[in-house]
């Protein structure tokens, strides 16, 4: 069985590592963006590629004789890889490209929630031009979030208090949006508690994973820009310390009634990782955005604790059979930390070297924006290693992960607060305050 892992990021790097852990025969193959070592060791074959281009993806896969693709990040999935290789036979995890508009467009998910009646948007309103973006931000006063309606790679949300600070740097924002063509979306800010639950999904059964807290600001105290994600936990029950289990089963109804909702509309259901933004406010949980795939650094979350087979899910999902599939995680709780270089995000250090052979757990590191080169590790300008404990607790979690993380050697920085009890304690205290 010839499996195609698109991506070479720290969340395909685990994707491929779990893969690799199931007991199935098979051979692995990846088209990369970077020559990550952890897939080149991995994977039997590994290509750089263009993977924004459906048909350099097409022939290697057919080339390579692919059973099974598992897409990884955003960009494949809007362009519709998944189209061009279902349309070929193969089987894909990841959804068509016109269901992938649950995360590459934000008006696409508020509409279809208000169609169905999901109750989990802020008051909202999408713009095509300026008119009427004044009148929306005076309903909604000094809470407000506007959204490039399109991807943006994670700058394409400004929030009041936080990038805007008035409604005329709102209106600026707006300007520039419509200036790049696109269409907008203003919100109601939300406050209270952010967390991930991703729920695999074959298109009619979904099976969730355990909830995850990721960290998007680049330095402690989450303060400094946003980043891609600088590190995540999850408890043993499967839960987080600020969440009620009402609220954790909020998110997965959510899911469950989206999941739904694009099947009753489409008349085929989503394939792939549905991954649900969360936050936990006074008026029950709501949905941020949702996301296509697999979160990164979520995935190192919760592969770590995958116990049943990886390879068998994923046939499970692409073939809509998940129902008979094991999908259980330990009862552990996990931590992952991104050592991230110096300056990232808005001007990483590149081409420096780095160094990890005094990690004593490899199992626990997965790379990311890395090149082998002259069998040493390059830095190529984002998120550089992760690291991943997993442990009975949280603190026990954290503090394995500080340990390894201190031995990786290079440029770096990394968010010794991640995972933390004193954090941990600030957000179930801002939770009470709240409820
Ligand atoms: P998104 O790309 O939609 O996930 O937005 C990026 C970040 O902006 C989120 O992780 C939140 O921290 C923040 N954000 C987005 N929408 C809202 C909202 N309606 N209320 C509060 N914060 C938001
Ligand atoms: N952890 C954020 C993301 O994967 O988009």
């Known amino acids: 069985m010839n499996i195609l892992i698109v991506g070479s990021g720290a969340r395909e790097h685990a994707i491929a590592r779990s893969l690799h852990n199931s007991p199935k025969l098979k051979t692995l193959y990846c088209l990369a963006s970077n020559n990550n070592p952890g897939l080149q060791n991995i994977c039997f074959d590994m290509q750089v590629a263009d993977i924004n281009n ?3 993806i097409l022939k290697y896969a057919k080339e390579n004789n692919i059973y099974l693709a598992i897409i990884g990040p955003e960009g494949p999935l809007a362009n ?3 189209d061009v290789l279902a349309g070929s036979g193969i089987r894909v995890v990841g959804p068509t490209k016109e269901l992938s508009k649950i995360e590459s467009s934000k008006s696409f998910t508020r509409d279809l ?10 008051k909202y309103s999408v713009f095509d031009s300026i008119k009427g973006a004044q009148g929306f931000l005076n309903y909604l006063g ?3 979030v506007v959204k490039y309606d399109g991807l943006a790679g994670g700058k394409g949300v400004k929030v009041s208090g936080d ?9 600026d924002f707006c300007d520039q949006l419509i200036q790049k063509g696109g269409k907008f979306v203003i919100e109601e800010k939300l406050i209270g508690q952010e967390f991930s639950l991703m729920s695999f999904c074959d298109g009619n059964c979904l099976k969730h994973m355990p909830a995850i807290q990721d960290h998007k600001r680049a330095l402690e105290g989450d303060l400094g820009p946003n980043t891609g994600g600088m590190g995540t936990y999850s408890d043993a029950n499967h839960s ?7 609220e954790l089963n909020e998110a997965q109804k959510i899911n469950d009634l989206t999941a739904a909702a694009l099947k009753n509309k489409y008349g085929y259901g989503y394939k792939g990782v549905l991954y649900g933004g969360f936050i936990a406010t006074s008026q029950g949980v709501k949905l941020i955005e949702y996301n296509a795939r697999f979160g990164d650094p979520e995935a190192m979350n919760v592969l770590s604790l995958l116990e049943s087979d990886f390879v068998d899910i994923c046939i499970g999902i692409a073939d809509g059979k998940l129902k008979n599939i094991d999908v259980n995680f330990l009862r552990k709780a996990s931590v992952c930390k991104y050592a991230v270089p110096q300056g990232y995000p808005d001007k990483p250090i590149k081409g420096e070297e780095i160094k990890v052979e005094n990690i004593k757990n490899v199992d626990g590191l997965f790379y990311a924006s890395v090149n082998i080169e002259n069998d040493k590790i390059i830095l190529a300008g984002s998120r550089a290693v992760a690291i991943v404990a997993v442990d009975d607790s949280i603190s026990g979690a954290e503090a394995i992960v500080e340990k390894e993380i201190s031995r990786v050697e290079g440029p770096l920085f990394h968010r010794k607060d991640i995972g933390k009890s004193i954090l941990i304690q600030r957000r179930i205290d801002h939770m009470r305050t709240i409820r």
Do not use: C, Q, R
Request: no cysteine; hydrophobic share 35%; net charge negative.
């Open 113 to 122: 929630l208000l169609e169905y009646k999901i109750p989990a948007s802020p």
């Open 80 to 82: 519709g890889v998944t």
């Open 142 to 144: 000094n809470d407000f």
């Open 163 to 171: 990038h805007l600070h008035s409604h005329k740097e709102a209106l």
């Open 240 to 246: 987080l310390p600020f969440l009620t289990i009402n």
């Open 54 to 56: 459906n048909e350099t």
